[in-house]
């Protein structure tokens, strides 16, 4: 979970674009409770299918919580998006 969240953390706060499986969407993260949580949300762009998550830490540990899908799909979303050319 650890590799994970630092990718996470090299999203922009804000909205962007990224590129998953030759696709682009548009991926919005914000922050929450001092940086130590976040809300991601990506929609295909021209397309249907969409990512959407939480990521809290409570009391020093780290959860999170996709948003009615499975989490293998967020994971497997967040380590393979590239944003501005690099691989994430």
């Not at 953390?9 to 548009?26: E, M, S």
């Not at 949580?37 to 990512?51: P, T």
């Not at 959407?52 to 830490?57: D, E, L, M, V």
């Amino acid at each position: 979970m650890e590799a994970f969240l630092k990718k996470l953390q090299l999203l922009p706060v804000g909205y962007t674009r990224v590129i998953f499986n030759h696709k682009v969407y548009g991926l919005t993260r914000s922050n929450f409770n001092k940086g130590k949580s976040f809300k991601v949300y990506a929609q295909e762009l021209g397309g249907n299918n969409f990512i959407s998550f939480n990521y809290y830490t409570i009391h020093g540990k780290g959860a999170l919580k996709p948003c009615e899908m499975p989490l293998q799909k967020v994971t497997y979303f967040i380590e393979n998006i590239i944003i501005q050319g690099t691989v994430l």
